[in-house]
């Protein structure tokens, strides 16, 4: 093994990193955390949009490449970052496992589980690492919220309930009709199966529990105004703990009414309720503590910490806690939506 992953210390001095996607996340989410990053070196961009590689190639003095292929024969890069949409992320991330080369892979890793199951024996069998980006994990009011369940401040967690809201126009310019978010080949599901994941996994580490039962009832509506589908889909679902709680996605709002709410209830009666990514409260009826989470740029949704986290672990040598066993957990719940 190059590294000695997961065995012994990286011996460079700094991780070498290429970001492959130069979208939202890809741009304005990885390429300025790793930036940042003090073991980190952002050695290069990947698109096939020369205009937008070569952008962001002359404003931080890195290179560029155009062809995934060329980059990954550079020895200075130890690990790639995948934003790219999800019909390309087999074939780039199983082309970075066979060239040694580490993986932080945005979700969902793949269409499919098969495929996700693979890209994680091709990861063992290499020696390098497949983190999935499963950021919610690090988002700075989950954190809290987890600290508090874990502490048993209120009790025994027994239900809960996730929200999320996406103005329709948001998500109409994201992803339009005809794009590949809205083809179940390439993307695996529609947008609601996209962007499930995340909620799922972090219910799943809220709780320290797994999944057993879900219902899922998805309504896609066709928005005239817009000329486009909005989705309203609800998930009903049970733990291995006994507790039990609602995943509810929409996509179907007015600009401004996008929103973000996590509610979590004990058996102590007391509930836990975090709004967006700055705000959590404790609540019971004698008490309310509340917490404002001040971050700002990349850390606001935890993609800074979880960049770091995978840098720390290819660096010391450290098995991840985020695996794409976790990764393919979520996936196989969100399926069901389709199914």
Same mark, same amino acid.
């Given at each position: 093994?190059?590294?000695?992953?997961g065995?012994?210390?990286?011996?460079?001095?700094?991780v070498?990193?290429?970001?492959?996607?130069?979208?939202?996340?890809?741009?304005?989410?990885?390429?300025?955390?790793?930036?940042?990053?003090?073991?980190?070196e952002?050695?290069?961009?990947?698109?096939?949009?020369?205009?937008?590689?070569?952008?962001?190639?002359?404003?931080y003095?890195?290179?560029?490449?155009?062809?995934?292929?060329?980059?990954?024969?550079?020895?200075?890069?130890?690990?790639?970052?995948?934003?790219?949409?999800?019909?390309?992320?087999?074939?780039?991330?199983?082309?970075?496992?066979?060239?040694?080369?580490?993986?932080?892979?945005?979700?969902?890793l793949?269409?499919?589980?098969?495929?996700?199951?693979?890209?994680g024996?091709m990861?063992?069998?290499?020696?390098?690492?497949?983190?999935? &980006?499963?950021?919610f994990?690090?988002?700075?009011?989950?954190?809290?919220?987890?600290?508090?369940?874990?502490?048993?401040?209120?009790?025994?967690?027994?239900?809960?309930?996730?929200?999320?809201?996406?103005?329709?126009?948001?998500?109409?310019?994201?992803?339009?009709?005809?794009?590949?978010a809205?083809?179940?080949?390439?993307?695996?599901?529609?947008?609601?199966?996209?962007?499930?994941?995340? +909620?799922?996994?972090?219910?799943?580490?809220?709780?320290?529990?797994?999944?057993? &039962?879900?219902?899922?009832?998805?309504n896609?509506?066709?928005?005239?105004?817009?000329?486009? !589908?909005?989705?309203? #889909?609800?998930?009903?679902?049970?733990?291995?703990?006994?507790?039990?709680? !609602?995943?509810?996605?929409?996509?179907?709002? +007015?600009?401004?009414?996008?929103?973000?709410?996590?509610?979590?209830?004990?058996?102590? #009666?007391?509930?836990?309720?975090?709004?967006w990514?700055?705000?959590?409260?404790?609540?019971?009826?004698?008490?309310?503590?509340?917490?404002?989470?001040?971050?700002?740029? !990349?850390?606001?949704?935890?993609?800074?910490?979880?960049?770091?986290?995978?840098?720390?672990?290819?660096?010391?040598?450290?098995k991840?806690?985020?695996?794409?066993?976790?990764?393919?957990?979520?996936?196989?719940?969100?399926?069901?939506?389709?199914?």
């Amino acid at each position: 093994m190059r590294y000695g992953y997961g065995d012994e210390l990286m011996s460079k001095d700094k991780v070498g990193v290429a970001v492959a996607g130069l979208g939202f996340v890809g741009r304005q989410a990885h390429v300025s955390a790793f930036r940042k990053i003090p073991d980190a070196e952002l050695v290069a961009v990947i698109d096939v949009i020369e205009e937008a590689a070569k952008e962001v190639s002359s404003k931080y003095k890195i290179k560029y490449y155009l062809d995934h292929k060329e980059a990954l024969k550079n020895p200075d890069i130890d690990a790639l970052v995948v934003a790219v949409p999800t019909p390309f992320h087999y074939d780039l991330v199983s082309e970075a496992l066979s060239n040694g080369k580490h993986v932080l892979c945005e979700m969902p890793l793949t269409p499919n589980v098969a495929e996700s199951e693979k890209l994680g024996e091709m990861a063992e069998k290499a020696g390098v690492m497949l983190m999935p &980006d499963l950021n919610f994990r690090f988002t700075p009011n989950y954190v809290k919220a987890k600290e508090l369940i874990d502490e048993l401040t209120i009790g025994k967690p027994i239900a809960f309930t996730f929200t999320e809201f996406i103005p329709a126009k948001d998500l109409a310019k994201q992803w339009p009709s005809g794009s590949w978010a809205w083809n179940k080949e390439k993307s695996g599901g529609y947008p609601d199966f996209t962007l499930s994941v995340w +909620s799922i996994d972090l219910i799943r580490w809220l709780f320290n529990s797994e999944i057993v &039962d879900v219902s899922w009832m998805p309504n896609y509506a066709q928005l005239p105004g817009l000329n486009y !589908t909005g989705y309203n #889909t609800v998930g009903i679902v049970k733990l291995s703990n006994d507790a039990v709680g !609602t995943l509810y996605f929409s996509a179907s709002v +007015s600009p401004g009414e996008g929103t973000s709410k996590l509610e979590v209830f004990g058996d102590n #009666t007391r509930a836990i309720k975090a709004t967006w990514n700055n705000h959590l409260a404790l609540i019971d009826e004698s008490m309310k503590a509340e917490w404002e989470f001040k971050m700002r740029g !990349t850390k606001v949704w935890g993609h800074y910490q979880i960049d770091s986290y995978f840098v720390d672990c290819i660096k010391y040598g450290k098995k991840p806690s985020v695996t794409v066993d976790d990764a393919i957990k979520a996936q196989t719940v969100a399926k069901k939506i389709v199914e």
